[in-house]
């Protein structure tokens, strides 16, 4: 049974750095083919690809906020760590890990973060 | 990046009606091209993969078209569960990217 979930704080003020912790189980980040992805997604708006790191430790990050963007993954853990820098209330959002096997099949239940001094 | 042109950005229909959901991309995909389904409040869930790719348990009424850069998604028979957004996702090259979105109102 695949799980992921995400983990982070709810509330960050603007310039901090965002880290969210995704952990997952049901499958392994060593496996070739394996990947995950982090999604976000702003309050009644669309969703959108950040980063994606694959089992051979290939790292991708979205064209408009890769300077701000580091994916890392911790293997023996089952454990993908997100950071975004110089946070700003528009990164206000729900953010997603999902399991990513080309499309992305398993997703977490998200975490609502929100930027505000 | 590719983009996802998803259209209509939304749309009401009624229960048992034939619903068509189009996604054009800006340049040749394959067949590289998901949707999902959100509820509100909830994740998106994988219903097609690949185009046409039914994804297992997902109901038959549900189906995917297409390649290159023209994309169907069909709702056969509406059903009061259907309702939500529906997006398209290209993963044929990175970064991934989504659609818009179509929110479907029974």
């Known amino acids: 049974q695949v799980t992921l979930r995400e983990s982070g704080p709810a509330l960050v003020k603007p310039t901090q750095t965002l880290t969210l912790t995704c952990t997952f189980s049901?499958?392994?980040?060593?496996?070739?083919?394996?990947?995950v992805s982090w999604v976000r997604q702003p309050p009644g708006k669309a969703l959108e690809w950040l980063a994606r790191?694959?089992?051979?430790?290939?790292?991708y990050y979205s064209t408009s906020l890769k300077t701000r963007l580091t994916i890392s993954k911790d293997t023996s853990k089952n454990q993908v760590v997100l950071t975004m820098t110089n946070m700003d209330p528009v990164d206000t959002g729900t953010y997603y890990c999902a399991r990513t096997t080309g499309p992305l099949d398993y997703w977490g239940q998200g975490i609502l973060v929100t930027v505000s001094s | 990046d590719i983009q996802l042109t998803q259209s209509p950005s939304s749309l009401s229909a009624s229960v048992g009606d034939r619903v068509t959901i189009t996604c054009q991309a800006s340049q040749d995909i394959d067949n590289y091209l998901n949707w999902y389904q959100q509820k509100p409040g909830k994740a998106p869930k994988l219903l097609i993969s690949d185009a046409s790719n039914l994804e297992t348990g997902v109901p038959s009424r549900f189906s995917g078209s297409g390649s290159g850069t023209d994309f169907t998604f069909t709702i056969s028979s509406l059903q009061p569960e259907d309702n939500g957004t529906y997006y398209c996702?290209?993963?044929?090259?990175?970064?991934?990217?989504f659609g818009q979105g179509t929110r479907l109102e029974i």
């Open positions: 996702q290209q993963y044929d090259k990175v970064p991934m990217t």
């Open positions: 790191i694959d089992w051979d430790d290939y790292k």
């Open positions: 049901g499958f392994s980040l060593s496996t070739s083919g394996m990947c």
